[in-house]
């Protein structure tokens, strides 16, 4: 059995979607505001969330997510957190890092406005890069490090049993 870490944790793992592209009602299941947990998909939920975005959805491409990782490795650099994993894909992104010192919340809105502001120099017309919050994890475990590092860098393309994952 794993010891309860009470202390401060020895990284988190982040994602967030980008704009329009995982809405509430979403099939794939959603996660309200209220924080009431995971819901299933429901179709009219979905539908009326389309109708009230403010612009298409929005997809990586190569180039922006190469960007991407670059902003948030540099940011990493600067702020001297030690950026374990990062993977930007066309619809979302995936960060684990070690940010002493912080809640996670600034350190994953430092990396989406920082990230909106390099995307928007090849995207002036967009305002909306990015959903509202993102998917917050603690990891408290090397066991549990590791197997986050694995799924960020080598579960994300294909089937390589990520539907198994805990995360």
């Not at 080598?154 to 198994?164: I, K, L």
């Amino acid at each position: 059995m794993k010891k309860f870490n009470a202390g401060e944790p020895i990284a988190y793992f982040f994602t967030w979607t980008t704009y329009g592209t995982w809405l509430p009602g979403d099939h794939r299941g959603w996660n309200p505001k209220d924080g009431s947990g995971p819901q299933t998909g429901n179709q009219l939920f979905e539908e009326m969330a389309r109708s009230q975005m403010s612009e298409p959805e929005f997809h990586l491409c190569t180039v922006d997510r190469e960007l991407v990782e670059k902003v948030i490795r540099k940011h990493c650099e600067i702020r001297q957190w030690t950026l374990h994993a990062v993977n930007p894909r066309s619809n979302h992104v995936h960060v684990v890092v070690t940010a002493p010192g912080y809640e996670p919340e600034p350190v994953y809105e430092q990396f989406k406005a920082w990230c909106t502001r390099h995307l928007k120099v090849s995207h002036k017309e967009r305002e909306n890069f990015w959903t509202e919050r993102a998917s917050r994890r603690w990891i408290n475990h090397e066991e549990d490090l590791e197997a986050a590092i694995l799924y960020v860098l080598e579960a994300q393309d294909g089937d390589h049993g990520a539907a198994s994952w805990s995360w």
